[in-house]
């Protein structure tokens, strides 16, 4: 009777862990389920992101699309950024596009002013404008 609890009880904790296992793999798998509470616009990653600096590397190698782009400001929920993300389709750099996104967090300094001007101008700007402010 000892050796019948004793199996039972690895069985069920094997049983246990392969189950968990399973359960984690399959947690990030994009599957999204109703709960029935209103979803808020921003993910909750975005929601402590105030905007977004886009920064070209600009050295000689560095495409006009990317340096148009250098210097502009963007919402987190902007439409545009994910056209523009970096690596873009635009990039003529036979080497490939060097172009990042600098996050900029709510707790920075003069983010709320910044944050507020890209909201009155649609979301987007350049470095020109937010020097003015």
Do not use: W
């Amino acid at each position: 009777m000892t050796r019948f609890i004793v199996f039972f009880i690895a069985g069920y904790i094997i049983y246990y862990l392969i189950k968990n296992r399973f359960k984690d793999k399959h947690a990030g798998n994009g599957v999204q389920y109703h709960t029935g509470k209103k979803s808020d616009t921003n993910p909750p990653h975005l929601k402590e992101i105030a905007y977004i600096f886009y920064s070209a590397t600009k050295d000689a190698n560095t495409c006009e699309a990317c340096m148009e782009l250098d210097g502009k400001h963007i919402l987190p929920n902007h439409k545009i950024l994910q056209q523009i993300r970096p690596p873009h389709s635009r990039c003529k750099n036979p080497k490939g596009c060097r172009c990042t996104l600098v996050y900029v967090t709510r707790d920075e300094d003069d983010s709320d002013e910044i944050e507020a001007l890209l909201k009155k101008r649609g979301g987007m700007c350049d470095q020109r404008t937010i020097d003015k402010r």
